[in-house]
């Protein structure tokens, strides 16, 4: 099944569907969504960032599907930390690293704080969809409030012990792969860290 994605909002927040999982409808997202599914399972926040998850509530009640986020971002999702008067979502389920069966669905979630304290990775098949934690040629930034740079150093470590290699959904830009991330953190980012 192919994925579906579309660059939303001022911030081109990249919003992704993919057998059935809505992944950060961020800002100016909805109508591409709605117009983009049928059957949803679920909306899955990759962080409590206001770009990645101002119109989850209205897809939510759209849909009247759960919305899942890691549970140390859920508090974060009540706080308006960069004053954009983001609307108010609450969360049905918080998950910690872990697989989760979504609608008969198995989904990873790998814990990767940094960027915030529960950044994850979402894992489907052969997709890695990883937020604001790697990108193509680069990383998610750590110097945001509740942010990390220790545990961002943590997380990439973790990222290069992973064996397998999948194409990795980045929440901004162009799709890369894990091995070309790692080669791309060994070779620069943890030398600056």
């Known amino acids: 099944m192919q994925v579906k994605y579309q660059p939303c909002g001022p911030y081109q927040t990249n919003c992704y569907i993919y057998k059935g999982l809505i992944i950060d409808p961020g800002m100016d997202s ?7 599914t049928t059957q ?4 899955v926040l990759t ?5 990645h998850v101002w119109d989850a509530m209205k897809l939510k009640h759209y849909f009247d599907i759960p919305i899942y986020i890691h549970e140390d971002d859920d508090e974060l999702l009540q706080i308006d930390i960069f004053n954009t008067n983001k609307p108010k979502i609450t969360s049905d389920i918080q998950v910690k690293q872990g697989r989760y069966d979504i609608g008969s669905l198995e989904v990873d979630f790998i814990h990767y704080p940094g960027h915030t304290p529960g950044s994850m990775a979402v894992v489907v098949d052969d997709c890695f969809f990883s937020g604001d934690f790697v990108f193509d040629g680069s990383i998610g930034r750590y110097d ?8 961002m150093k943590n997380s990439l470590n973790k990222f290069l012990s992973l064996k397998y290699d999948k ?3 980045p929440g901004h830009g162009n799709q890369t792969t894990i091995k070309k991330a790692q080669e791309n953190i060994r070779n ?3 030398k600056v860290l």
């Open 144 to 151: 945001f409030e509740y942010s990390s740079v220790l545990e």
């Open 167 to 169: 194409i990795i959904y």
């Open 40 to 43: 949803p399972r679920a909306i």
């Open 30 to 36: 909805y109508t591409w969504v709605v117009n983009n």
């Open 47 to 51: 962080h409590a960032h206001f770009d």
């Open 188 to 190: 620069y980012w943890l």
